[in-house]
């Protein structure tokens, strides 16, 4: 009896703990940031999303593997410990360019999982695919590239293609990641006295470049006062040009109003324009009217009163 106790406590203990595990391994919780791939007996049946708790069959019949959704770096050619030291690797950055240059290039590559269960199932290692291919495609993008190119203005170049070189060969080993984005970080040449005369170089085009970039500021500049001031000239003329036009009709409005009077009454129109022209040819002249006999026949005193008192003040000062 004793025996049969001590089995059946055993029996009992046993399939307490069966019973603790299987309730611990039936649920599981997904975060925002996370997504999860149901696995049944080793094959993925379910892709989860959503975040929360959710629940599963109990271990061996289903486990759950937790992915990140976040973006991932891929440090290619140096590694940051957890210290913040940066460790470079020059051996995998050692490239040789178009012009049979060598340079050390090492980047990083920002990438997300964008199908979990190819990039759980597709390969063994697919980061380290990912490296080699990363590995490849910038070996290849350098290898086509000056080495002018790689240390001055060809970077965004060099980037553009790496990229689009590594996005090709990732959807050709299908492992389930999307590239976002492949960043230079540094292309140094191995050889000190090398690297400082391009740093010089480099230095030399940024010199230049400002230049170019003051003259042509300084060329708008010029030219937008030559175009202010043309625009000046051009409203002064046309202002002058209607002033004239105006004056012009005016002219022509008392033309043809005296010439309507004159075209009334030729003969007083005629004398009238004889005296004032007169008038403003001798301001200072005393006009007499005769009579065709000689006589005089009246006195018309058409010269400015300033004249008149001037003549009378020294006809005053004779007889004195």
């Keep these: 009896m004793s025996v049969k106790r001590a089995l059946l406590s055993t029996g009992l203990v046993i399939l307490g703990i069966i019973v603790a595990f299987c309730a611990f391994t039936t649920w599981y919780t997904v975060d925002e940031s996370e997504q999860a791939?149901?696995?049944?007996?080793?094959?993925?049946?379910?892709?989860?999303?959503d975040s929360g708790l959710h629940f599963k069959l109990p271990w061996p019949i289903q486990?759950?593997?937790i992915l990140s959704k976040e973006t991932y770096s891929l440090q290619f050619g140096y590694e940051t410990t957890k210290d913040g030291e940066v460790i470079s690797h020059d051996s995998e950055t050692k490239m040789i360019t178009g012009d049979e240059n060598i340079v050390l290039t090492d980047l990083v590559v920002q990438y997300k999982i964008s199908e979990p269960v190819k990039y759980l199932f597709n390969s063994q290692e697919p980061r380290q695919i990912l490296y080699n291919a990363t590995s490849s495609a910038i070996r290849s993008v350098i290898g086509s590239s000056t080495i002018d190119d790689a240390l001055t203005d060809g970077r965004a170049n060099i980037e553009t293609k790496t990229r689009e070189l590594l996005v090709s060969l990732v959807e050709q080993y299908d492992i389930g990641v999307t590239i976002l984005a492949v960043k230079l970080q540094d292309v140094e040449l191995p050889n000190q006295e090398v690297r400082a005369a391009f740093t010089a170089v480099?230095?030399?085009?940024?010199?230049?470049?400002?230049k170019i970039n003051e003259a042509r500021k300084y060329e708008n500049q010029k030219l937008s006062e030559a175009q202010g001031e043309r625009d000046a000239i051009i409203s002064r003329a046309e202002g002058e040009r209607i002033a004239r036009i105006q004056q012009a009709e005016g002219d022509v409005a008392v033309f043809n109003k005296l010439y309507n009077e004159y075209d009334g009454n030729k003969q007083i129109t005629r004398q009238r324009l004889v005296l004032e022209t007169l008038e403003e040819v001798l301001p200072n002249a005393q006009i007499y009217i005769m009579n065709d006999d000689g006589e005089?026949?009246?006195?018309?005193?058409?010269?400015?009163?300033?004249?008149?008192s001037n003549e009378k003040s020294s006809e005053g000062g004779g007889n004195s």
């Excluded at 480099?202 to 400002?210: L, S, V």
């Excluded at 005089?296 to 008149?308: A, D, E, F, V």
């Design 37 to 49: 791939v149901v696995i049944t007996f080793g094959q993925a049946t379910e892709t989860i999303t």
């Design 63 to 65: 486990k759950v593997e």
């Design 202 to 210: 480099t230095d030399a085009r940024e010199t230049k470049n400002t």
């Design 296 to 308: 005089t026949l009246k006195y018309l005193p058409i010269q400015p009163q300033t004249s008149r």
